[in-house]
């Protein structure tokens, strides 16, 4: 059974102090780990999809980093408006082809 | 570019009614998928259709069902509600080409069973 495991569950930080989420995957015949933001009220907003072990993407103060168990998200030097719930999700290429999700990890930035 | 759509957002119900849900993708977008989201279980793939056919199922009962029209808009229905079908069920729109595989999510229809 694919599954999909974030860590931490939550996590405080101060405004300018990087950091980095963990997602760990075991899924069967990976086809795409995916990176989404999630504000309160609203859908997942896409913000990467990586392919390989040792591909890397970025956008803005974001960057996704991808190994063969493990796919990290770093965050440099994060603002409040940085402050939401991201998830990681695998996409199977042994099955079913909808996204198996871990459970986020809900990020605070404080000013 | 439009983004995903669905209506209604919100959606207040009673036990053994049924609800539809709809949803329109990006244009273009022939791929459509529905998610189910709760604080307990997070996100859960329901089903993907793509031009007009089911092409996969998540594990969910037989009351959840959805169909794909031929401008690729979709609609899920759940049937005979329970308390437990609260949740917020998101739409995802879905783009394969030769740069990747992107999906983007619509801002849900919030579904209240009481």
């Known amino acids: 059974e694919d599954q999909v495991t974030q860590s931490p569950e939550a996590l405080r930080l101060q405004e300018g102090e990087s950091s980095s989420l963990n997602c760990s995957y075991t899924v069967s015949g990976l086809r795409g780990l995916f990176w989404y933001r999630q504000d309160p009220g609203k859908g997942p907003e896409f913000l990467f999809t990586?392919?390989?072990a040792g591909e890397e993407k970025e956008k803005e103060r974001l960057k996704a980093t991808l190994t063969k168990k493990e796919s990290f998200l770093h965050i440099t030097a994060p603002k409040p408006e940085d402050s939401a719930t991201y998830l990681c999700?695998?996409?199977?290429?042994?099955?079913?082809?909808?996204?198996?999700f871990g459970k986020g990890t809900h990020l605070i930035i404080q000013p | 570019k439009a983004g995903v759509t669905q209506t209604p957002r919100y959606l207040i119900k009673t036990r053994g009614q049924q609800v539809t849900l709809s949803c329109s993708p990006i244009?273009?977008?022939?791929?459509v998928s529905w998610y189910q989201q709760t604080p307990g279980q997070g996100l859960q793939f329901l089903f993907e259709y793509f031009s007009e056919t089911q092409r996969n199922k998540g594990n969910f009962p037989g009351r959840f069902s959805g169909r794909q029209f031929s401008n690729s808009r979709s609609e899920m229905n759940v049937s005979t509600l329970e308390l437990g079908d609260s949740a917020l069920y998101l739409c995802?729109?879905?783009?394969?080409?030769?740069?990747?595989?992107?999906?983007?999510f619509g801002p849900g229809t919030r579904l209240t069973v009481l």
């Open positions: 244009s273009g977008h022939r791929s």
């Open positions: 995802a729109s879905r783009s394969l080409s030769a740069t990747g595989d992107t999906q983007y």
């Open positions: 990586l392919y390989s």
């Open positions: 999700a695998g996409n199977s290429g042994g099955g079913a082809d909808g996204l198996t």
